[in-house]
């Protein structure tokens, strides 16, 4: 009998349908509701996006399943099975019941992963936090996987479709090193640089690694959908960073989002429709690389830091 060891796989979770965004927001808020303009301006993002109103419940699904298959294929030969059980951020199922649902199976010991490869004490430790929490309460001791940003085949991946990109430039008649590569990720309040946290030297990391793989120089990295509060957040931000290159001549424009895994609001809307949207109007072209969602060899490397950090106990 091969003993079970559980996987919390963490996301951040969306809406499954229109009338559920109040509360998802509400969520995001720390219970504070958000005002009906503010409401209808998040409503009318997930509208806009083209293929599904909340592709990221699909997506994060697709991921559990597949990795839960990486595993199994990984840990063949092992005394150990891995199964994965899902627990998200800001939507049902919550990491809490994630955690419950494990330990109602008999999961005595497991391992916390977040799709997401960069820490942040605001973002991978707050998930952290809430996964530990009730860890303890129910009596599941586990450990964390906190970043993976530069694992090889993470890069691999990300490299493979920055240079896939490129290749489309130049088929277009773009010269290769013409074409500005604009790194990006989520923006977190300026704060957390105080706090000493590693948030934006991961990111900066991540691009240098894919930039070098691809032997890319011509690239910079940018931050993206910067929250609407009073706070200052991480700049600069990509409209500001587009409309930069603008005056600085730059026509061709490839954004990687390495931040993100999945295809979902901030790559759908935040690039796909108002990032281009002020590209078309500055004359650039700006192409975004393809999401890694199921791609295997994203689903390897976080089987390999599942295995490590589960073997390094
Ligand atoms: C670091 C980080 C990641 C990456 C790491 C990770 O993946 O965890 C991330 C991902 C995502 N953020 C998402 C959606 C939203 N985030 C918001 C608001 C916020 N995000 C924050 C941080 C992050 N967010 C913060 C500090 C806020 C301010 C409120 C707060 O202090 O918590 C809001 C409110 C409205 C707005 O401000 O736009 C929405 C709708 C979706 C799902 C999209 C979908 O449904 O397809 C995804 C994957
Ligand atoms: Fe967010």
């Not at 994630?98 to 605001?122: C, F, N």
């Not at 809430?130 to 970043?147: C, D, I, T, Y």
């Not at 609407?228 to 990687?256: C, F, H, M, N, Y």
Request: hydrophobic share 40%; glycine share 6%; aromatic share 8%.
């Amino acid at each position: 009998m091969k003993s079970k060891i559980g996987v919390l796989v963490m996301s951040y979770g969306t809406p499954q349908s229109l009338d559920q965004v109040e509360a998802y927001y509400t969520h995001i808020r720390r219970g504070h509701p958000p005002t009906a303009e503010q409401l209808q301006e998040l409503v009318g993002r997930y509208e806009a996006i083209v293929g599904g109103v909340f592709p990221l419940r699909a997506n994060t699904d697709k991921q559990v399943a597949a990795l839960q298959e990486t595993l199994n294929r990984m840990a063949a030969g092992k005394d150990t099975e891995f199964v994965c059980y899902q627990g998200l951020k800001h939507a049902h199922p919550f990491i809490e019941d994630g955690v419950a649902q494990m330990a109602k199976d008999g999961i005595r010991e497991a391992v916390g992963i977040v799709l997401a490869p960069h820490y942040s004490v605001m973002s991978i430790g707050g998930y952290v936090k809430r996964a530990e929490a009730k860890a303890q309460e129910l009596g599941v001791s586990m450990r964390f996987v906190e970043s993976y940003h530069l694992h090889p085949k993470l890069i691999e991946a990300f490299a493979a479709r920055v240079s896939a990109k490129l290749d489309q430039f130049e088929e277009a008649g773009a010269l290769r090193d013409q074409v500005r590569v604009l790194f990006s990720a989520h923006s977190l309040p300026e704060k957390i640089l105080q706090m000493g946290d590693p948030y934006r030297d991961q990111l900066l990391e991540t691009s240098q690694a894919v930039a070098d793989k691809v032997g890319v120089t011509n690239w910079q990295f940018t931050w993206q959908s910067a929250g609407r509060t009073a706070d200052p957040w991480l700049g600069p931000d990509i409209l500001d960073t587009l409309k930069d290159l603008s005056e600085e001549q730059v026509e061709d424009v490839l954004v990687a989002p390495v931040g993100f895994v999945s295809d979902h609001l901030e790559v759908l809307y935040d690039l796909d429709i108002e990032a281009k949207t002020i590209a078309k109007e500055l004359d650039m072209r700006l192409e975004r690389i393809e999401s890694l969602n199921t791609e295997p060899l994203y689903m390897e490397a976080l089987g390999d830091v599942i295995i490590k950090s589960w073997e390094m106990r």
